[in-house]
């Protein structure tokens, strides 16, 4: 079993430590045969990739991958987009989406949220129902609404960490995401999916992908804690998109 490629890594364009030649340079290492630099979408305001690097990171991946084409590996280029609203949309437009080669959608908190309504939704019930269980039920059915919408507005190859920070209804996620072809991550950082989360969604037909969320060049390729949590759950190894086995 192996890794074929880390889809999910950041780099000095959001809050990652190494630059992009830096997380190709550590994929090369590891035997990867592609990797992708998604940094945090630019709707993050602490965060987020500004606008105007994605047309640069644009130009910069092209021509890393004209001069590492001989050394067996493919960069490609995405964004971690977050949801910006219960209708399901996120924080990238149709211009800045047409320069990427992988869209990847999570949920954080720091996003400047589509007016009121969705910030106090989103981004402000979302947190205190960490602590309060008031509104919970209603955060969670808010939550997976806005993701599965956004599933259905955008093509998503994957969400990241499901359930990290607004929780949601996994199998009903599960269910939608594999009817449009988007797969569930298991991410090595943070500890969604869990063991439980999997072992629900495996019951849909649904794919998975396991990445390292790299934040340093270090990281790019770990992915120990989620083969972990895979094997825990007993998931068949061929439902994760990105192992050779
Ligand atoms: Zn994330
Ligand atoms: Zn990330």
Redesign the pocket.
């Known amino acids: 079993m192996k890794l074929y490629g880390d889809y999910?890594t950041?780099t000095i364009y959001s809050h990652g430590s190494g630059s992009i030649r830096d997380n190709v340079e550590a994929a090369l290492k590891k035997g990867l045969k592609e990797i992708a630099i998604?940094d945090?979408g630019p709707g993050h305001y602490l965060y987020g990739v500004k606008k105007k690097n994605i047309p640069i990171m644009r130009e910069e991946i092209d021509r890393l991958n004209e001069e590492y084409s001989k050394r067996d590996i493919k960069i490609l280029l995405g964004v971690?987009a977050n949801l910006t609203g219960f209708d399901g949309n996120i924080d990238m437009d149709d211009e800045l989406i047409k320069q990427t080669d992988i869209l990847l959608l999570?949920y954080h908190y720091g996003v400047v949220p589509e007016g009121l309504k969705n910030g106090l939704g989103l981004y402000i019930m979302n947190p205190i129902t960490k602590f309060l269980p008031i509104g919970r039920k209603t955060a969670l059915e808010l939550n997976t609404m806005a993701f599965v919408k956004a599933i259905n507005n955008y093509s998503i190859d994957f969400v990241?960490h499901p359930g990290s920070k607004a929780k949601v209804d996994i199998r009903t996620l599960a269910r939608e995401a594999g009817k449009v072809g988007t797969a569930l991550e298991i991410n090595s950082k943070h500890s969604q999916l869990s063991v439980e989360s999997i072992e629900i969604a495996m019951k849909e037909d649904v794919e998975f992908i396991i990445n390292s969320?790299a934040h340093t060049p270090e990281d790019v390729g770990n992915i120990e804690k989620a083969i972990k949590r895979a094997k825990d759950a007993g998931l068949p190894m061929d439902r994760i998109r990105n192992l050779i086995i």
């Open positions: 999910h950041h998604c945090h971690e999570g990241t969320d």
